[in-house]
């Protein structure tokens, strides 16, 4: 299973690094999860979106688990976050954070199956959570902790882990893992 987890902070120069990875290759598909909610997030998807080859074909869907299916050449996610994020705004679960909870542990556990299951090379995009400051909504306390057990979940069935920090890359790959 050819999977490399790229996380770091905001604006740590995560996406660029992870863009690198595969830029030499022609048949990317840059697989987006982000809904565009407002002016200065549509602003953020045209620069990214701009900064890419042309070659590389974008598609835009929460439904990750089929695209890693689907056969093809490489595959970028742009990132666990937004899609973690666009799940539970999909389903209106945000006020019913036990119930969101349970479809996001079901959808995680089918997105690292799926993981294991592919032969395409697969490059995943994902926030590092939990190194500022806690969020002070029951909501924010969720994500953070959801999309941290994700994180895990996808960085233990990966063959490569890099982590980006102030726009320097540290490859996690052979360091000790946590058990449980």
């Known amino acids: 299973m050819p999977v490399t987890l790229v996380s770091g902070g905001v604006r740590s120069g995560k996406s660029r690094h992870a863009e690198a990875l595969l830029r030499p290759r022609d048949e990317v598909t840059y697989l987006a999860c982000a809904r565009v909610a407002d002016a200065e997030f549509a602003a953020r998807v045209a620069h990214h979106r701009a900064t890419r080859p042309a070659s590389w074909t974008t598609l835009e869907s929460l439904d990750v688990v089929a695209a890693v299916g689907m056969p093809g050449g490489p595959l ?3 990132c666990l976050g937004t899609w973690l994020t666009g799940l539970v705004d999909e389903a209106d679960l945000w006020a019913d954070l036990g119930a ?6 079901d959808r995680s556990r089918t997105l690292v199956a799926a993981l294991i299951a592919t ?9 590092e959570v939990g190194w500022s400051l806690v969020p002070l909504t029951p909501a924010g306390r969720f994500f953070q902790d959801e ?3 994700l994180n895990a979940a996808v960085a233990a069935i990966a063959e490569r882990v890099h982590l ?3 726009g320097r890359v540290l490859d996690l790959s052979g360091a000790p893992r946590v058990d449980g």
């Not at 969101?100 to 542990?105: D, E, G, N």
């Open 100 to 105: 969101a909870a349970t479809l996001v542990a």
């Open 119 to 127: 032969d395409r090379e697969v490059v995943i995009v994902t926030n």
């Open 164 to 166: 980006v920090v102030a």
């Open 147 to 149: 999309l941290g057990r």
């Open 76 to 78: 970028l996610l742009e």
